[in-house]
């Protein structure tokens, strides 16, 4: 929701903790690498509010998440780990090498009754959706979330059952 509230559209990457394998995604250099990785948010997670402390511990993530959520509006992908330590800012998502262009994903929407779809990633949305659909592809243990402008938001992941990229439609849960 934070990512949709600045109205400009994002991507927010999700990569394994201690692995760089993600960086065959990335046209270098990064924009804007963040060295050392910042962990406030890591920290809050991990962190157990004590007695008293609960209002506070939820108004300073609230405050972190708003904070990393905002750095999806610069152009170009935010990159955390899936423990929540930020990475970098501004990356631009490219095709790995030896990586087949992404023809299909399948889509979903948390919807009742509605059925699963193959479709091209660019009928989902622009150049975000395009790129996150690769990056779903070429980096299978890691998942992006895309916000676009008209209010779309949409998870791209690696799907081992249908061994395809699954678009994940969830705006409807973010009404």
């Known amino acids: 929701m934070s990512m949709r509230a600045h109205g400009r559209g994002g991507s927010l990457l999700v990569v ?6 993600w960086r065959e995604s990335i046209i270098r250099p990064v924009p804007y690498p963040v060295l050392p990785a910042y962990s406030e948010l890591a920290d809050l997670v991990r962190e157990q509010p004590g007695e008293g402390r609960h209002r506070l511990w939820h108004e300073a993530l609230r405050r972190v998440v708003e904070a990393i959520a905002g750095l999806t509006a610069v152009d170009g992908a935010t990159i955390i780990t899936d423990h929540y330590e930020l990475l970098a800012f501004g990356a631009k998502i490219g095709r790995r090498q030896g990586s087949p262009r992404i023809e299909h994903v ?21 150049t975000r959706h395009l790129s996150a659909a690769q990056f779903g592809q070429d980096q ?3 998942f992006a979330l895309v916000a676009s402008q008209d209010r ?24």
């Open 152 to 175: 779309r938001f949409t998870v791209f992941a690696w799907s081992h059952r249908e061994e395809m990229v699954h678009a994940h439609r969830v705006e409807t849960l973010l009404l």
């Open 106 to 126: 399948v889509v979903t929407e948390p919807i009742d009754g509605a059925a699963a779809e193959i479709a091209n990633p660019a009928q989902l949305g622009g």
């Open 140 to 142: 299978r243990d890691a």
């Open 16 to 21: 394994p903790e201690n692995t760089d394998t």
